[in-house]
């Protein structure tokens, strides 16, 4: 009998690593891929997935430099934008945006306009990214770019997050306990 538990526990194990191997979904909860504070400084561009500045590959948006007191955020690369709001209009609560919430968001590759001309980037404003890599952002504007000690940069805190996955169908289900069911027939075979 100690055997049986064994092997079937075993079996059992194997069974869950080829089904989450093979895109089963096991849970629908996001996992986070990148969250801190920074600042943008001016002309430069920004990873979301890695959370870091960078010079080109990887890269979701670049803080581009119209006038000296007009910015524009842009989506680079596959990247694309989309703004939230601010927070507390409209009940607007950075915090309680899920993924779920970031995946029903109207995306375009058209920047946000920050400075003098149409701002939308001011302190306490909420955007969210979705990344190159597939990835959802949610990103609140701690400070707009207007203090030229930060390079004219965009203070920014965000949290990456990857995309919920798809709950299996009911045919999944019915193949993951029909395999257990033949892995439990198997053992009992072995046993007798």
């Not at 609560?93 to 970031?102: E, I, P, R, W, Y």
């Amino acid at each position: 009998m100690k055997l049986f538990k064994h092997s079937y526990k075993r079996m059992a194990a194997a069974l869950l690593g080829l089904a989450m191997a093979s895109g089963v979904a096991t849970s629908a909860q996001a996992a986070s891929v990148s969250e801190g504070v920074t600042v943008i400084p001016g002309t430069y561009l920004f990873d979301f997935d890695a959370g870091s500045l960078t010079t080109g590959p990887g890269a979701d948006v670049w803080w581009e430099q119209i006038t000296a007191t007009s910015r524009v955020l842009r989506p680079y690369s596959t990247a694309q934008l989309a703004y939230v709001g601010e927070v507390g209009v409209g009940g607007l609560s950075f915090n309680a945006l899920t993924v779920s919430d970031l995946e029903t968001l109207t995306y375009s590759a058209t920047g946000i306009s920050g400075g003098d001309v149409g701002n939308l980037l001011t302190a306490n404003s909420v955007f969210a990214v979705k990344t190159d890599a597939g990835n959802y952002g949610k990103v609140l504007v701690t400070f707009p770019f207007f203090q030229a000690y930060q390079n004219n940069g965009l203070g920014v805190y965000w949290v990456t997050m990857t995309p919920t996955t798809a709950v299996p169908e009911a045919d999944t289900y019915s193949m993951l306990l029909a395999g257990f069911g033949l892995m439990a027939a198997m053992v009992r075979r072995r046993t007798a």
